[in-house]
């Protein structure tokens, strides 16, 4: 079976451009989520999709990032315009559905963006 | 707000020793609790997680982790570890009820000496 999908795995750019990520989830995964992993901590949530609608975007900067699933399956986040401290890797994650049993969330390798 | 802390930012083990990496964490209930280990350029893979039942856990690798609700903890052990070991590793607590976004902890950086 094959994982998570992203692309790129790697991002260099400018502060104040703008940058999008893709993700492709495991195949019949109706939940998706973006996380931010800045340098030394941790996974942060930003969103979470249930099919193509949003569950939490609490922790998303609406101000300067972005994202949307649309179909119920890729999803892409974007950042404009980027800020130096946006510089993280983001990892994407799927899992079968939201329910009350538990299911495993599957990670992607990640984006690392890197913010000059 | 449910929170997680991992006390010690790096441990150095040597190889064919005993681990154990600490997780204390904040929830208002019994939460789900799960270990993930990162490699370098790898995503995050689950080495275990409990619910509830048993406060002995077993996971992939080798690993298990106790629960004890007292002390708030869910600490990671291994009886013997080896060099392909090393890695980040992170605690996490997700909200029962769904397969909701996890909060984790900031890992713990495993170096194994040979």
């Known amino acids: 079976e094959a994982g998570v999908a992203q692309s790129p795995r790697y991002k260099i750019i400018e502060k104040r451009q703008s940058v999008a990520f893709w993700c492709n989830p495991i195949?019949?995964?109706?939940?998706l989520y973006w996380y931010q992993q800045i340098l030394g901590q941790g996974p942060k949530l930003l969103i979470q999709?249930?099919?193509?609608?949003?569950?939490?975007d609490s922790q998303l900067p609406k101000d300067r990032f972005s994202a949307e699933r649309l179909k119920g399956v890729d999803s892409t986040l974007k950042i404009q315009p980027a800020k130096l401290e946006d510089s993280a890797v983001y990892l994407c994650?799927?899992?079968?559905?939201?329910?009350?049993?538990?299911?495993?969330?599957?990670f992607g390798p990640g984006t690392r963006l890197t913010v000059l | 707000a449910q929170s997680v802390t991992q006390p010690d930012i790096h441990i150095t083990v040597s190889e064919g020793a005993s681990l154990e990496l600490r997780c204390n964490y904040s929830y208002g209930a019994t939460p789900y609790l799960f270990w993930y280990v990162q490699s370098p350029g790898q995503g995050l893979q689950l080495l275990l997680k409990?619910?509830?039942?048993?406060?002995l856990v077993q996971g992939i690798k080798g690993f298990e982790a106790e629960f004890k609700r007292s002390q708030s903890s869910f600490n990671l052990r291994k009886p013997s570890v080896h060099w392909s070991d090393a890695a980040e590793y992170f605690c996490?607590?997700?909200?029962?009820?769904?397969?909701?976004?996890?909060?984790f902890g900031k890992g713990t950086h495993l170096i194994i000496q040979p």
């Open positions: 999709f249930q099919n193509n609608g949003v569950v939490d």
């Open positions: 409990y619910f509830s039942g048993d406060t």
């Open positions: 994650a799927s899992s079968l559905e939201r329910s009350v049993s538990y299911n495993e969330q599957f």
């Open positions: 996490a607590v997700g909200e029962r009820g769904g397969a909701d976004g996890l909060t």
């Open positions: 195949s019949g995964h109706a939940t």
